[in-house]
């Protein structure tokens, strides 16, 4: 059994741009334990009333890690100075390798902003290894058809698998390091053995509803529940139906120095990446979007 450690309310919420009101569940700062995820924020669940203009986050630089966007409500454009760019709707994944470093802006989409509605995304960051901080950027979209959803036994809910395993299952992310990220739905009043690798960080943050864990310690919404790495199985029991994101992964010991956008090994490095980013290196804002 892995055991649960703590859990953690929610804090004070704050804006990412005029798009995004985030709540940061975690950070690497207060929990380097939870390697290789370095930070998790929440946005929303919002209302969002019709608009003309789109609203987000414009063009700043990430360096040394991956951003990975999970759409429960609403529609992100994305767009990079790698070159890569797309929409993510409700039920789909971006997973975006900044790597050795790049530029990009996040906004509602076009349709979202003109029809305004509900809004509710997660942004998980995950470590990169040192060996591959400094990889070429890259961009997996993801779309929720993609995602397998795989059925509890007992008709106690569903498992999507972004990454990683589970029951046998195989989610579509590449990722750099062993991880396991799962969106799952619980129905009430069921009991749920999840397995989880022992050794692994494992956390889960309960998006909404109510649970039991290890028949021991309520969590709710919109509470983070650290767990041991030690162990290999966790018991759910939902008194309200519930949806919980759970991440595990191997974790990457070794130094982490971050500032801002830039999470690298050493303060050193983060020096040059604010020299790089200054330089244009990162790559350049696109002349008609400046
Ligand atoms: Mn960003």
Known sequence: MKNILSIHRQGEGHWVGDGFPV?????????PELSPFLLLDHAGPADFTSADKQR???WHPHRGFETVTVVFEGEVDHQDTAGNGGRISTGDVQWMTAGSGLLHKEFHSEAFTRSGGRFEVLQ???NLPANSKMTP???????????????LPDGAGTVRVIAGEFAGVKGPARTFTPINLLDVSLTAGKRVRLHLNDGYTASLYV?????LLNGQEQASGTELVILDRKGDELTTEASTDARLFVMSG?????PVAGSGPFVMNTPQQIREAFKDFHAGRMGKIPAEAA
């Open 23 to 31: 709540h940061t569940i975690f950070h690497y700062q207060e929990h």
């Open 56 to 58: 987000g986050v414009g």
């Open 124 to 126: 998980l960051w995950v």
């Open 137 to 151: 950027p890259g961009y997996q979209g993801i779309v929720d058809k993609d995602i397998p959803a795989v059925a």
């Open 207 to 211: 998006l909404s509803g109510k649970v």
């Open 250 to 254: 191997e974790p990457i010991e070794e």
